[in-house]
């Protein structure tokens, strides 16, 4: 809604030359800003058909970040929403987004400037002192919808800018979850590969001990070796693999890469499937998909505002205070004095800049739309890719522990026969080797099943805090 300050209205009632075609005009801009302008238009987003004939409005889970039960994950998911520069980035974002709607809005507001001076000087006649003080007031009145739609589009802009905030933050949370989940998994694989080494160094022992007695070949003890030295750095890569995941994790909390985050010993049990809810909800929720979607109505605003500004302009101004020759009787109210004015600047030719301007806008306008599109798109993507991942995951991680406690009772018993002398120290290593192989792929896949977790409640838009009650 246009606002109309007293000063404009004792202009607009004022007996000056054209006041009639202002006021008419004046009614026309207040009337055209009470509606707002229409809802563009969506471009259809493709939605599998099962869920766009659901009646079941679903539920996506709030509050994840709880459902892992890690008290030390959720200060550090609280010290990278302090820390983490890039969060801090969006935030000043969003805050010069809301900063450049204020003043966009304030374009429609009277501007009331004071005024004075003081002036001295001579001439034939002698010498002559003036003074003044006073208010200097002037509004556009809004006819065409320039100043409300450019408005309106900067507010919608901050809107967008504090659901981009928020997708950071939802972001670094995920983030911080995952590389706290991935550093446990990586000490996790260092305590593996340890374990192996030994066992080879165990074996190297042995053979070489036989192989000096004269009982084994040069070839075991070759073997032996080598396994010994082909365990021993894939050791060291793993703990290669492991200091990077530290350091990756302090990064995301703000920190100096130190490589000091104390993490837990192993992977804790995965949370039971959340509620995931219709994927077409996905629309509503996911912060991201919110800021596109007010772009869209951001840029049909600017529109809106290029094709007003071929339109005529109307200026209104108003100017009182004190005049006098001596300064002592400034304030006397003989001394009082006062203009009005109004003026209509149209547009006669300015080499197609205008025209330039709204066909700059439009393209904007599908650019903002085109975006929408591959945002919506992008999210059903990332949710049905999380939930297809994640099933296949579990099949596998039910294999795989099949597997390592066959092949650990394998070991276990291949130990025993060689304590009895009925398998060779040799034949054991490769028992120990085949058990380790199957416990770090399921090491592997049970880190994995907490990353794509973790990407399923990001891609539903579900907040990694617990909501208020409504």
């Not at 007031?137 to 589009?153: C, I, M, P």
């Not at 070839?219 to 010994?228: C, W």
């Not at 794509?452 to 617990?466: D, M, T, V, Y």
Request: charged share 25%; glycine share 8%; with cysteine.
């Amino acid at each position: 809604m246009i606002r109309q300050s007293p000063v404009a209205s004792t202009v607009v009632g004022s007996t000056l030359l054209g006041a009639p075609l202002i006021v008419s005009l004046f009614f026309i801009s207040c009337r055209a800003a009470e509606t707002a302008p229409p809802t563009k238009d969506r471009a259809p987003t493709p939605v599998r058909e099962a869920y766009a004939n659901a009646t079941d409005a679903g539920k996506v889970a709030d509050n994840w970040l709880a459902t892992f039960g890690d008290a030390r994950l959720d200060a550090l998911v609280l010290e990278a929403e302090k820390n983490n520069p890039d969060l801090a980035i969006a935030a000043a974002r969003r805050d010069r987004a809301a900063a450049e709607a204020g003043k966009a809005d304030s374009a429609l507001s009277p501007k009331v400037d004071a005024v004075g001076g003081a002036e001295r000087g001579s001439d034939a006649r002698g010498t002559a002192s003036s003074f003044n003080l006073g208010l200097s007031v002037s509004w556009e009145a809004d006819v065409w919808g320039r100043l409300s739609n450019a408005a309106q589009a900067a507010a919608l802009d901050a809107v967008a800018a504090q659901a981009d905030y928020e997708y950071a933050r939802q972001s670094i949370a995920a983030r911080t979850a995952q590389g706290w989940f991935l550093a446990i998994a990586a000490k996790e694989q260092v305590a593996l590969d340890q374990s192996l080494l030994a066992q080879r160094e165990r074996v190297a022992r042995v053979v070489k001990a036989r192989y000096d007695a004269g009982e084994a070949k040069r070839a075991d003890l070759d073997t032996a070796e080598g396994q010994a030295a082909t365990t021993r750095q894939a050791w060291e890569a793993s703990k290669g693999a492991y200091d990077s995941a530290l350091r990756s994790l302090e990064a995301l909390l703000g920190r100096y890469p130190s490589n000091e985050v104390d993490v837990a010993t192993g992977l804790p049990a995965l949370p039971g499937e959340p509620p995931v809810g219709i994927p077409s909800e996905v629309l509503e929720r996911r912060p991201d998909v919110v800021a596109a979607d007010r772009r869209v109505a951001a840029a049909f605003g600017r529109v809106g505002s290029a094709k007003a500004a071929k339109l005529p302009r109307i200026a209104l101004t108003a100017g009182g205070g004190q005049a006098s020759g001596d300064l002592s009787n400034l304030f006397d109210p003989a001394n009082l004095v006062w203009n009005l004015g109004a003026n209509l600047l149209g547009p006669l030719f300015d080499g197609g800049e205008r025209e330039a301007q709204v066909r700059i806008a439009q393209a904007a306008e599908r650019e903002a739309l085109a975006s929408w599109v591959k945002t919506a798109q992008r999210a059903f993507l990332e949710v049905e890719t999380a939930l297809a991942n994640e099933r296949v995951l579990r099949l596998r991680e039910g294999e795989l522990r099949d597997a390592e406690m066959r092949l650990l009772r394998a070991r276990d018993a291949g130990e025993a026969r060689y304590g009895t002398g009925e398998a060779t120290i040799l034949e054991v290593d490769q028992l120990h080797a085949n058990h380790a192989a199957a416990a770090k792929t399921l090491l592997q896949v049970r880190q994995e099943l907490f990353q794509q977790r973790i990407n399923l409640h990001l891609a539903l838009g579900g907040s990694f805090e617990a909501q208020p009650a409504r």
